[in-house]
């Protein structure tokens, strides 16, 4: 640490620097813009960072050592010196058999962990014969209509062998439930099966819309999984909790650190309002972000939601468990930047997205192919997605050192007034009576659309430069393969769940359906009770109507 005396002369030399060198280059000369800022109403830049930035921070408190309180340079002592993170590219085909053979095909490629897409039916919990669903079947991801597609999905790919995310929220029980029923087909101990599912709904109500119930009873079921998973699936994964959703919505990065982190503490607190012991489900909760494109914010921002998460568990959970405080975190590059205009500009940004990700400690990461803005991504751009992190691990040396950009006095500087910005949120929130409130009041959603109009106005006047796009544009349009999901196959899956209820005992689902009704009526757990019906091939909607039958649908402001 710099003495008092030090820092006083530093300052006195930039001074003298700013006056002497600086300002008659910028008279002279100018600058490229008249304001520097990391991102849309994000941290002002200044031109130079020095000692005399970063004379408030105590290394110990602040920043500290991998693996150890407070976590702001990882939460693993040895981060990728031991293991690297997760290759978890995102996948999911219109069907359950393209999707197998498309994980198949990753595995082979050499990814580490597997990243379930389910179609647009399957996350609002309607089969693909449901009116609701005509037209969309297949078309974002998978369509899993019963345990059958589950079981056609990871036929061939033992489960107590790979970890599984799947992106699934309203009926994250269900589609959990699914793959619980297939480990238990293959005699895997319940115990070894390693994952994630997203299942955060409040992020839902907030940026995506792909919500079924009202929020108390879908708190209610995101409890019940906790507190089932916490006896059965220690190794799970309960939840992700996603920022990345709330920022491609619009937010700025401290909104994306105080939103996530807000719906992560309404979660606790409805855990524990539920009666279950924080140390005990904590350990489980896990995080989502996004990537942008600014490199050094996003490293910055990674830091500072680890330290806050650390401190938020300590103040206001007293936890007692190290586990418990530790942010541990997906990350995926930032499908809202990748542009239909000069579509090989898309991995150029992916890989920088890429490199923040693991300069900032991220666990596992999805690296975007360059055809998202269009569509499902082809072979060929998933196999360059997943080489550009291979390329990033094997060859970069950016996971040779833990936490490489810790004490770079702008970096730290950033991750402090990232914190402040995001504490201060978190205070407003608490002011308004909590995140809950503050969602179904539409506060949150509004601050994020304000940014959202802002950048957007940015963009269209010329003031944010976007490349290939509002800048250094041609005439030539890129011809690009596009991965299409047809009718035939949308129908071929229609029959396929046909074919699965003729076959079923009607009455076992039957009964099984009037049980889970009973428990959702009651104050039971929902898991044992959906798993049971799962297993007798109820459908994915026939679960889903069953809850909507006792718990209603979420209806906006009403």
Not at 417 to 425: N, P, S, V
Request: contains cysteine; negative net charge; hydrophobic residues 35%.
């Amino acid at each position: 640490m710099f003495e008092q005396e030090d820092l006083d002369e530093i300052r006195s030399a930039k001074e003298e620097w700013e006056a002497e060198s600086y300002a008659p280059t910028v008279d002279r000369f100018g600058e490229r813009k008249e304001e520097f800022t990391t991102d849309t109403e994000g941290q002002a830049v200044d031109p130079l960072y020095t000692p005399a930035d970063v004379a408030d921070i105590d290394y110990e408190e602040d920043v500290g050592f991998p693996g150890e309180d407070p976590y702001t340079r990882g939460v693993y002592p040895t981060m990728y010196r031991g293991r690297l993170w997760t290759m978890r590219q995102y996948a999911g085909m219109g069907t359950a058999a393209e999707t197998n053979e498309r994980f198949n095909y990753l595995l082979d490629q050499g990814q580490t962990g597997l990243s379930m897409a389910f179609d647009l039916p399957t996350q609002m919990g309607h089969d693909s014969d449901d009116p609701m669903s005509a037209g969309e079947v297949g078309k974002t991801g998978v369509a899993i209509d019963s345990l059958a597609d589950m079981e056609t999905v990871f036929d061939g790919i033992p489960l107590d062998e790979v970890s599984t995310s799947m992106t699934i929220n309203a009926p994250a029980s269900v589609l959990l439930a699914m793959y619980i029923a297939v480990g238990d087909q293959q005699g895997v101990d319940r115990e070894e099966l390693r994952g994630t599912i997203q299942n955060d709904i409040l992020k839902e109500y907030i940026a995506r819309n792909t919500y079924i119930y009202p929020p108390e009873p879908s708190m209610r079921i995101i409890t019940d999984i906790f507190d089932f998973c916490a006896a059965e699936t220690p190794n799970f994964n309960t939840i992700s909790i996603s920022g990345y959703h709330i920022r491609e919505a619009g937010s700025t990065a401290a909104q994306e650190i105080a939103f996530t982190l807000a719906d992560g503490i309404a979660y606790v607190e409805a855990a524990i309002d539920a009666g279950l012991d924080v140390d005990e489900f904590a350990p489980q909760l896990s995080f989502f972000f996004a990537s942008y494109n600014n490199i050094l914010e996003e490293v910055a921002k990674f830091r500072a939601a680890r330290r806050m998460w650390a401190k938020i568990m300590e103040d206001r959970f007293d936890t007692d468990n190290p586990k418990s405080k530790q942010l541990k975190f997906h990350t995926q590059t930032a499908g809202s930047t990748l542009t239909a205009q000069q579509i090989e500009n898309n991995v150029v940004r992916v890989a920088y997205q890429a490199l923040a990700a693991v300069l900032g400690g991220t666990q596992s990461l999805h690296t975007n192919g360059k055809d998202e803005a269009l569509s499902i991504p082809t072979e060929k751009s998933v196999r360059t997605a997943l080489r550009t992190q291979q390329i990033l691990a094997h060859e970069s040396g950016a996971a040779d050192t833990i936490d490489p950009l810790g004490g770079s006095y702008y970096v730290e500087s950033l991750t402090d007034d990232l914190e402040d910005e995001a504490f201060d949120i978190l205070d407003e929130i608490d002011d308004r009576g909590g995140m809950r409130k503050s969602i179904e009041n539409q506060w949150v959603q509004r601050q994020i659309q304000d940014v959202a109009f802002e950048r957007q106005r940015e963009q269209e006047e010329g003031e944010r430069i976007i490349v290939g796009v509002n800048e250094f544009t041609t005439d030539e349009e890129d011809e690009v393969d596009i991965e299409e999901v047809s009718e035939e196959e949308e129908r071929k899956q229609k029959q396929n769940l046909e074919a699965v209820r003729a076959e079923r005992d009607d009455e076992a689902v039957e009964a099984e359906l009037a049980a889970l009704k009973e428990a959702a009526e009651g104050e039971e757990n929902l898991m044992p009770y959906i798993i049971d019906a799962v297993k007798v091939y109820a459908t994915t909607g026939e679960i889903c109507d069953a809850l909507r039958d006792v718990f209603g649908e979420y209806q906006p402001g009403i």
